[in-house]
C-alpha cells in the first residue's frame, strides 16, 4: 500500500501516519512471512535506530485496529502479523515455525459460517492448518 494510501486509512481512523507506523507497515509488506513482534523490532531496528520494543508493540497494535495488517495466533505461541487482508487460511509448520498463506477456494468462508448455530453469525473466521512438511 502507498504512503498516501496508508496515511488515508489511518486518518479514517482519526490517526496519523507517523515515521514509525510507515517503517513498521512496509516492514511487514516486504518480507511476507509472519513475523513476531520481536522479529519486527530487529527489522525495523536498521531503519529507525532509536526504535523502541514497545513503540513497535504500539504501531503492531494501531496497524490491527486500523484493519491494516492481521494478528494471527498459535495457542500459546507469540503473535504474528500478516498484512494479506484476502480471505485465506495459515500453515503453521510444527518443525520449523514458519506460517504461510493458504488460499481457499471461493465460497468456503460463506460455506463454512453455514454450519453455525441457527440465530449465530460469525465476525471473522479464523481456519488454521498445523503439521509439517512432507517427507
Not at 63 to 72: F, G, I, T, Y
Not at 77 to 105: I, M
Amino acid at each position: 500500500m502507498p504512503t498516501d494510501a496508508l496515511a488515508q486509512k489511518l486518518a479514517d481512523s482519526g490517526l496519523r501516519a507517523t515515521p514509525q507506523r510507515e517503517v513498521v507497515y512496509n516492514v511487514l509488506l516486504k518480507k511476507r512471512d509472519h513475523p513476531t513482534a520481536d522479529e519486527v523490532f530487529a527489522r525495523v531496528k536498521s531503519e529507525l535506530p532509536s526504535i523502541s520494543l514497545a513503540t513497535v508493540y504500539n504501531c503492531l497494535d494501531t496497524l490491527v485496529a486500523c484493519d491494516l495488517v492481521r494478528s494471527v495466533n498459535f495457542e500459546r505461541g507469540p503473535t504474528r502479523y500478516c498484512p494479506n487482508l484476502r480471505p485465506h487460511a495459515h500453515f503453521h509448520d510444527e518443525k520449523t515455525g514458519e506460517t504461510h498463506d493458504v488460499d481457499l477456494p471461493p465460497g468456503i468462508i460463506e460455506k463454512v459460517r453455514s454450519i453455525l448455530p441457527k440465530g449465530y453469525d460469525a465476525s471473522s473466521v479464523e481456519i488454521i492448518f498445523r503439521g509439517k512438511a512432507k517427507a
